[in-house]
T-cell receptor
Framework: DAGVTQSPTHLIKTRGQQVTLRCSPKSGHDTVSWYQQALGQGPQFIFQYYEEEERQRGNFPDRFSGHQFPNYSSELNVNALLLGDSALYLC?????????????FGDGTRLSIL | AQRVTQPEKLLSVFKGAPVELKCNYSYSGSPELFWYVQYSRQRLQLLLRHISRESIKGFTADLNKGETSFHLKKPFAQEEDSAMYYCALSGLTGNQFYFGTGTSLTVIP
């Protein structure tokens, strides 16, 4: 079991550009959550997808959007990139029927904005 | 507002000494509390969760609802315990997690 996989591992963009990050959940999992982790901080919840719908959203602007596909994989899109969007983006998967849904994390995508 | 506080960014203990990593939370409801750990060059992984009442790698954590705390403890620290530790909570539906800022534990040989 490969666990949660994310691509790419690193990405460099400039201000104003758009970026798409990808995530494949752990086998058997149906729910995907995205987190932003700035340097020296804990992961901050962006949103969660289940049954191809955004089920919950954290305190992030509309520039952050996502998608979940029928095979449960997910994308995170960020438009109009700002310098402050530089961070590690983590994807986590879980099983909706597991109470409290403990998160299984990927290695993350390191996004740098120049 | 839901919030998780880890007051210590850095913690150093000698091998064999007891260790306690502090976590306090605020949440309007009945949360589940977790400890996640990230070893060097590894991904963030679940260490233990309150509902399981488990002891993992010698670590235990007791939920104190009166003090709204979920401190992580181990009686005898080992060098391999050196890592970044995050306290986290979720609500019953599990559709939003809140993480603390983490405590970096160093066990000195």
């Amino acid at each position: 079991d490969a666990g949660v996989t994310q691509s790419p591992t690193h990405l460099i963009k400039t201000r104003g550009q758009q970026v798409t990050l990808r995530c494949s959940p752990k086998s058997g999992h149906d729910t995907v959550s995205w987190y932003q982790q700035a340097l020296g901080q804990g992961p901050q919840f962006i949103f969660q997808y289940y049954e191809e719908e955004e089920r919950q959203r954290g305190n992030f602007p509309d520039r952050f959007s996502g998608h979940q596909f029928p095979n449960y994989s997910s994308e995170l899109n960020v438009n109009a990139l700002l310098l402050g969007d530089s961070a590690l983006y983590l994807c986590a998967s879980s099983l909706a029927r597991d109470i409290y849904q403990p998160q299984h994390f990927g290695d993350g995508t390191r996004l740098s904005i120049l | 507002a839901q919030r998780v506080t880890q007051p210590e960014k850095l913690l150093s203990v000698f091998k064999g000494a007891p260790v306690e990593l502090k976590c306090n939370y605020s949440y309007s409801g009945s949360p589940e509390l977790f400890w996640y750990v990230q070893y060097s060059r590894q991904r963030l992984q679940l260490l233990l969760r309150h509902i399981s009442r488990e002891s993992i790698k010698g670590f235990t954590a007791d939920l104190n609802k009166g003090e709204t705390s979920f401190h992580l403890k181990k009686p005898f620290a080992q060098e391999e315990d050196s890592a970044m530790y995050y306290c986290a909570l979720s609500g019953l539906t599990g559709n939003q997690f809140y993480f603390g800022t983490g405590t970096s534990l160093t066990v000195i040989p």
